[in-house]
Nanobody
């Protein structure tokens, strides 16, 4: 069982930056591929960034490429999402998620592939 707790959301002006953190409980954090999802009002939950167990292999949805960076510190059981050059369309509730996996080099993009979810943190970007 893994518990995920996000932090770092808030209100920021367009062009600004935020760093989201997701702290995981348990001693097997390195066994999980991690992802960041977001869900805007009336929209489906989408994967914005994902990484494999090691953090060496990453994925970004097109709309955030070059602006967002996913990283992890396995010693601290924490995954991060650095968000730069924020836009109003980035406004959403952001969730981190963990997928149990035996494979390095594999990340996951779909909601059903993840076993554990955080409670979400609101990110609001004003124009």
């Amino acid at each position: 069982q893994v518990q995920l707790v996000e932090s770092g959301g808030g209100l920021v002006q367009a062009g600004g930056s935020l760093r989201l953190s997701c702290a995981a409980s348990g001693r097997t954090f390195s066994s999980y591929a991690m992802g960041w999802f977001r869900q805007g009002p009336g929209k489906e939950r989408e994967c914005v960034a994902a990484g494999d167990r090691t953090g060496r292999y990453t994925y970004y949805t097109d709309s955030v490429k070059g602006r967002f960076t996913i990283s992890r510190d396995n010693a601290k059981n924490t995954v991060y999402l650095q968000m730069n050059s924020l836009k109003p369309e980035d406004t959403a509730v952001y969730y981190c998620a963990a997928a149990t996996t035996s494979y390095s080099g594999t990340y996951y993009l779909r909601v059903p592939q993840y076993d554990y979810w955080g409670q979400g943190t609101q990110v609001t970007v004003s124009s």
